[in-house]
């Protein structure tokens, strides 16, 4: 079974630019999420949908951050305009059994903001 | 398979008391988080570790991986800290498993 994919795994980008990730679940998974991982912080929460409803959005991402997923097999990360603080790798996972069940998550895609 | 079990599921504190929250792994875990759920449901990060212990004000949590536990202590507790609690742990293989959380209730 395929797991949780992201693309692209790698992304550079200058101050400013508009940037989109791009994720698929696992098949049959219900629930999406996006976070963002440093080394600092772990994992930050930017968007939690479930069967495409939007349930949770990461408050302190709210202004540059968009995430939307088009439909149950597809979701997109959208930074617009990117800043230099950006700089992380951006976390994609699913679950099948809701927010707290095991989540898997796909490899990431690194972002480096010049 | 690989689980976290929390302990415990709920906890009664007056202002100003502490206590602890306790999670168990059954497999060694890369690192652990500790999450609040506040009352409108936003999830806010406490602490992430790979190993050791780190302060936050009255909050402490320590992670042992070779042991498997991570604690998460509270003191001089306020009004504020009510809600839940959930640990979630690295498994290893793009796995990420969460407590069942404990519902913290502080009263004056």
């Known amino acids: 079974d395929a797991g949780v994919t992201q693309t692209p795994r790698h992304e550079v980008a200058e101050k400013g630019q508009t940037i989109i990730l791009k994720c698929e679940p696992v098949?049959?998974?219900?629930?999406l999420f996006w976070y963002r991982q440093t080394k600092i912080q772990g994992l930050e929460l930017l968007s939690y949908?479930?069967?495409?409803?939007?349930?949770?959005d990461g408050g302190a991402f709210k202004d540059r951050f968009k995430a939307e997923m088009l439909n149950s097999s597809f979701s997109t990360l959208k930074i617009q305009p990117t800043e230099p603080k950006d700089s992380a790798v951006y976390l994609c996972?699913?679950?099948?059994?809701?927010?707290?069940?095991?989540?898997?998550f796909g490899p990431g895609t690194r972002l480096l903001v010049l | 398979g690989d689980q976290v079990e929390q302990s415990p599921s709920a906890l009664s504190l007056h202002e100003g008391t502490g206590s602890a929250l306790r999670c168990n792994f059954t497999?060694?875990?890369?690192?652990v988080q500790w999450f609040r759920k506040n009352s409108r449901g936003s999830l806010i990060n406490l602490f992430y570790?790979?190993?050791g212990t780190k302060e936050n004000g009255r909050l402490k949590s320590a992670f042992d991986s070779k042991e498997r536990y991570s604690t998460l202590h509270i003191r001089d507790a306020q009004l504020e800290d009510s809600g839940t609690y959930f640990c979630?742990?690295?498994?290893?293989?793009?796995?990420?498993?969460f407590g069942s959380g404990t519902r913290l209730l502080v009263s004056p």
């Open positions: 996972a699913s679950s099948l059994g809701g927010r707290w069940d095991t989540q898997y």
């Open positions: 098949s049959g998974h219900n629930d």
């Open positions: 949908f479930r069967s495409k409803s939007l349930m949770e």
């Open positions: 497999t060694t875990m890369r690192a």
């Open positions: 570790l790979a190993s």
């Open positions: 979630a742990a690295e498994a290893g293989g793009y796995k990420v498993v």
